[in-house]
């Protein structure tokens, strides 16, 4: 069974760091490209950014509210994926969802406020 | 950016009847590898999204056969043939041809 668990959200003040990590498992992790989407409270899903693999040399892409303050990265040998989130703003605030698009994971908050 | 616009935004339907949902897309959404990337997903009050159709007309596993998915190029639509009440929620479009990726606002079904 595949299993996606993030872990990592809370509460951050504006302009402060958080590394949400999601550990996979059920999968040939190191094959799979994986992606976070994100959803602030009450509102829709959007797209944060997507990891390739190993292979594909684990070339990263961005959606433009968060390039330059965000990094996806994995660790294949821990079947495990980053994100770190740097210069953190209020409009940050919602659940981070891990996903290979056919499963999620079932998020982490993350609140950026003072 | 892509923008998927669907319709309606609110779908109130009676159980067992048929629903259907709409997207489209700002852009075609055929790759260039003659490839459709449109997906549908449905998010249960308080749950995860769960992929319910994948490159526009594929079911996922799990996914029961009421739902089905058509369309092409920039027009596109969900349809449940008898709706029943575990399928409550608000269904999204995402499109994974052009970056970046984009979902659709949202359709909340809800039972009459």
């Known amino acids: 069974e595949v299993q996606l668990v993030e872990s990592g959200g809370g509460l951050v003040e504006p302009g402060g760091s958080l590394r949400l990590s999601c550990a996979a498992s059920?999968?040939?992790?190191?094959?799979?490209?994986m992606s976070w989407v994100r959803q602030a409270p009450g509102k829709g899903l959007e797209w944060v950014g997507r990891?390739?693999?190993?292979?594909?040399?684990?070339?990263?892409d961005y959606a433009a509210p968060v390039k330059g303050r965000f990094i996806i990265s994995r660790d294949d040998s821990k079947n495990t994926l980053y994100l770190q989130m740097n210069s953190l703003k209020t409009e940050d605030t919602a659940i981070y969802y891990c996903t290979q698009y056919s499963n999620w994971g079932q998020g982490t908050l993350v609140t950026v406020s003072s | 950016d892509v923008v998927l616009t669907q319709s309606p935004l609110s779908l109130p339907v009676t159980l067992g009847q048929p629903a259907s949902i709409s997207c489209r897309s700002s852009?075609?959404?055929?790759?260039?590898?003659?490839?459709?990337?449109l997906n549908w997903f449905l998010q249960r009050p308080g749950q995860s999204p769960r992929r319910l159709i994948y490159?526009?007309?594929n079911r996922d596993s799990g996914a029961p056969d009421r739902f089905s998915g058509s369309g092409s190029g920039s027009d596109f639509t969900l349809k449940i043939s008898r709706v029943e009440a575990e399928d409550i929620g608000v269904y999204f479009c995402?499109?994974?041809?052009?970056?970046?990726?984009?979902f659709g606002q949202g359709t909340k079904l809800e039972i009459k």
């Open positions: 852009q075609s959404l055929v790759d260039t590898d003659g490839t459709t990337y």
């Open positions: 059920g999968f040939t992790f190191s094959n799979t490209r």
């Open positions: 995402m499109q994974g041809t052009h970056w970046p990726r984009t």
């Open positions: 490159k526009v007309s």
């Open positions: 990891i390739k693999t190993k292979t594909d040399g684990e070339t990263t």
